[in-house]
């Protein structure tokens, strides 16, 4: 499950700012990671997914998130229409999205506890931070501490323990994640093996030549 968090009023580098904490939390084991980002665009919202995920080891068969735009372009729930740019994404890490249905919190309420919990418990407006990167530091060694300290209700054990039961059944990461972007298009490869995107003309390998490929800006 994967929802925002947004903190208003944080005092980074000697600046009052709103940051948003992004919450990936896996079902069975409650094991989490919490990422935080200055933006909430489709950018911010890939390259919070990518670190959440390095921090989980893996990646699950399903990621159920709210009806946000970045997620979802059309609709909502089960009968919303996945945006193009994050079904490209699901479908290169090959996860499903999973929608909630509007006016439907429980059905995403382990995350919205962590978030909860986040606020009431580690709060990072109780102290001014050097940057963003000293803010993050700290709230993994946060997450650390509460996951070796929480139980998890499936198994009785912590949710540490529980975790490490849970990794294996998680995908492998790729060896490289994918870059985030904004912008999915298909072109066909000329016999020069070239492309035309955004204005410009890129080379690509000469197999792909008179080829329909799929180009991410």
């Known amino acids: 499950q994967a929802d925002w968090g947004t903190f208003p009023g944080l005092v980074v580098g000697g600046i009052e700012r709103d940051l948003h904490a992004f919450h990936l939390v896996l079902s069975h084991s409650r094991m989490e990671a919490v990422v935080w980002s200055e933006r909430l665009d489709e950018l911010a919202w890939l390259s919070v997914h990518n670190a959440a995920l390095r921090r989980l080891g893996g990646v699950p068969a399903v990621i159920r998130v709210d009806n946000t735009k970045t997620a979802i372009a059309q609709g909502a729930g089960p009968w919303g229409v996945v945006n193009e740019r994050y079904a490209t994404y699901s479908r290169t890490l090959r996860f499903h999205v999973d929608a909630t249905r509007p006016r439907a919190p429980q059905e995403k309420g382990k995350v919205e506890r962590r978030i909860l919990a986040h606020k009431t418990g580690f709060d990072p407006r109780h102290r001014p931070w050097r940057d963003i990167a000293e803010l993050q530091s ?13 139980s ?6 912590s949710v540490w323990d529980a975790y490490m039961m849970e990794r294996p059944c998680l995908q492998p990461l790729p060896f490289v ?6 912008l999915v298009a298909q072109r066909r490869v000329a016999i020069d093996s070239t492309i035309s995107f955004e204005g410009r003309s890129y080379s690509v390998p000469f197999r792909y030549a008179d080829q329909m490929v799929e180009v991410r800006g």
């Open 177 to 182: 994640l994918p870059e985030p972007f904004d």
């Open 152 to 157: 998890c209700p499936i198994t009785g054990t």
């Open 138 to 150: 700290e709230t993994d060694l946060a997450v650390d501490r509460s996951v070796r300290r929480r």
